[in-house]
């Protein structure tokens, strides 16, 4: 969860002001470089951002599908709501 909230937070930056690079990137979050820097590769990896001279970017792709991201989120929590209902009734019997 810690790396998905940092993912976030990046993308959040990324969305106010790009292209931006590692150590500003760090300094906006609070998180530290190396973190940063793996954040930025698992996005990329994604194509959810793209390398510039300047620092990372939002890809177009990104941009385009916000509904779709918005959706999965949703889907994600839904997910992760049913965990929660499926573990609370595991414990609750025992």
């Known amino acids: ?9 990046v993308i959040d930056v990324l969305l106010k002001e790009q292209p931006i690079g ?3 990137l ?6 530290p ?6 954040s930025l590769r698992i996005l990329e990896q994604e194509n959810i951002i793209s ?16 509904d779709q991201i918005i959706g ?4 994600a929590v839904e997910e992760a709501n049913a965990i929660l209902e499926q573990v609370k009734r595991m414990l609750q019997k025992k």
């Open 1 to 9: 969860m810690e790396t998905l909230r940092r993912h976030i937070s």
């Open 22 to 24: 590692i150590i500003k």
């Open 26 to 31: 760090s300094q906006e979050t609070g998180i």
């Open 33 to 38: 470089e190396h973190k940063i820097r793996y």
């Open 51 to 66: 390398p510039s001279r300047e620092g990372a970017i939002l890809t177009p792709d990104f941009i385009e599908h916000k």
């Open 72 to 75: 999965d989120a949703e889907k």
